[in-house]
């Protein structure tokens, strides 16, 4: 009869040893999980620096340019204003006065030739300057566009962050519970 209760006992104590072993490794895998996790939220928080630090430079190149298209833009009035009081001089003074200014004209024909050119010369200057700040505005909405895609990939990256820190939570919650469990079956 001894022989029958020892058997059971020593039933109870294999079951008893299987299931602290499945506990075991239900612990184990579930702290390779969370070291797992904590990488892959490594990964992301380095991903965020990186795209913050993008961002930042995009701003500043963006920055850089605004004062570059305001400047352009100042040299283009300036040019404008010069030219047209020239313009104004001339006229106000009259024909003497521009011929005096075109010096070397023989006819009235070779003066308005000697005054286009004074005028092309005026207007390649500014065209020039036009050029470079439509260059500069294309180059500022090409940084704005790859600022936008930057910050989407910003906030990818967090809702990432967000995913990863809840399941490592979970997780913690998970092994904290196993522990508490294998703690009170020690006790039992």
């Known amino acids: 009869a001894n022989a029958d209760k020892i058997a059971k006992m020593q039933k109870e104590l294999d079951d008893l040893g299987s299931e ?54 100042a040299e283009i009035s300036n040019g404008l204003e010069e030219f047209k009081q020239r313009l104004r001089v001339m006229y106000v003074q009259g024909n003497d006065s521009l011929a005096s200014a075109l010096v070397g004209s023989t006819d009235f024909y070779d003066l308005l030739s000697k005054y286009d050119l004074v005028a092309k010369h005026d207007n390649e200057l500014v065209s020039n300057l036009k050029e470079k700040l439509e260059t500069c505005q294309q180059k500022q909405q090409s940084l704005e566009e790859e600022k936008n895609a930057l910050a989407e990939q910003k906030a990818s990256e967090k809702q990432k962050k967000e995913e990863f820190s809840a399941a490592l939570e979970q997780l913690q919650d998970d092994y904290a519970m196993s522990t508490d469990e294998s703690i009170r079956s020690a006790a039992d």
Do not use: H, P, Y
Not at 22 to 29: L, N, V, Y
Not at 46 to 66: H, P, V
């Open 20 to 73: 602290q072993q499945e506990q075991a490794g239900f612990q184990k895998t579930l702290e390779e999980k969370i070291s797992l996790q904590q990488s892959n939220l490594q990964i992301v928080d380095e991903e965020l620096t990186r795209l913050e630090d993008a961002i930042t430079d995009k701003e500043q190149e963006i920055c850089d340019l605004k004062n570059e298209v305001a400047a352009l833009d």
